[in-house]
T-cell receptor
Framework: GQNIDQPTEMTATEGAIVQINCTYQTSGFNGLFWYQQHAGEAPTFLSY????GLEEKGRFSSFLSRSKGYSYLLLKELQMKDSASYLC????????????FGRGTSLIVHP | EAGVTQFPSHSVIEKGQTVTLRCDPISGHDNLYWYRRVMGKEIKFLLHFVKESKQDESGMPNNRFLAERTGGTYSTLKVQPAELEDSGVYFC??????????????????FGPGTRLTVL
């Protein structure tokens, strides 16, 4: 199985930049997802990385280093609405390609 | 386009009772997944349907849980009899393509808002 580790909670200021890290251990890596989940709502897809490097999508970027088992989600120009839980999920060829989720990082954005 | 919907949004039952959760995936999505999140822990996979067939049910905790997807449209997840440790949020997700076959984005899962189950 996979061991996925991400910080439990982070706080940041509106307008700032925050980086949420995710480390994982897997035998047959086949992709990493980031999801955003507001309280009481459905997780929503943010990004997908399968190759090393940075994927940019508006204010959000996701980075992957397969050799290090490491990814981060970068949020720029933070807004209050970005306060949410951010879930890292890893797909493993040995796990029927079903993603395994981390516990999520609760991000609190304050004025 | 309507997203994934789940019913009910909340359910409170007593230990030993039966509860049935329903999921309506996005129209045209052959793949349907059930997940569960117990308080304080990560979202865990329960099972995966491709159309009406169970592709992978390795995450189902025990035989008190029964999932069906007759006709390949909506799915139900029945817990009978419910135990205290079954409390949590049950998420359903659907995808157009099966994860892993393409290795590219576009086969991401779309999640429903979840059903919060409380067993007393």
């Amino acid at each position: 199985g996979q061991n996925i580790d991400q910080p439990t909670e982070m706080t940041a200021t509106e307008g700032a930049i925050v980086q949420i890290n995710c480390t994982y251990q897997t035998s047959g890596f086949n992709g990493l997802f980031w999801y955003q989940q507001h309280a009481g709502e459905a997780p929503t897809f943010l990004s997908y990385n399968v190759l090393d490097g940075l994927e940019e999508k508006g204010r959000f970027s996701s980075f992957l280093s397969r050799s290090k088992g490491y990814s981060y989600l970068l949020l720029k120009e933070l807004q209050m609405k970005d306060s949410a839980s951010y879930l890292c999920a890893v797909r493993d060829r040995g796990g029927s390609y079903i993603p395994t989720f981390g516990r999520g990082t609760s991000l609190i954005v304050h004025p | 386009e309507a997203g994934v919907t789940q019913f009910p949004s909340h359910s409170v039952i007593e230990k030993g009772q039966t509860v049935t959760l329903r999921c309506d995936p996005i129209s045209g999505h052959d793949n349907l997944y059930w997940y569960r999140r117990v308080m304080g822990k990560e979202i865990k996979f329960l099972l995966h349907f491709v159309k009406e067939s169970k592709q992978d049910e390795s995450g189902m905790p025990n035989n008190r849980f029964l999932a069906e997807r007759t006709g390949g449209t909506y799915s139900t997840l029945k817990v009978q009899p419910a135990e205290l440790e079954d409390s949590g949020v049950y998420f359903c997700a659907s995808s157009q393509d099966f994860l892993g076959t393409s290795g590219m984005s576009g086969d991401e899962q779309f999640f429903g808002p979840g059903t919060r189950l409380t067993v007393l």
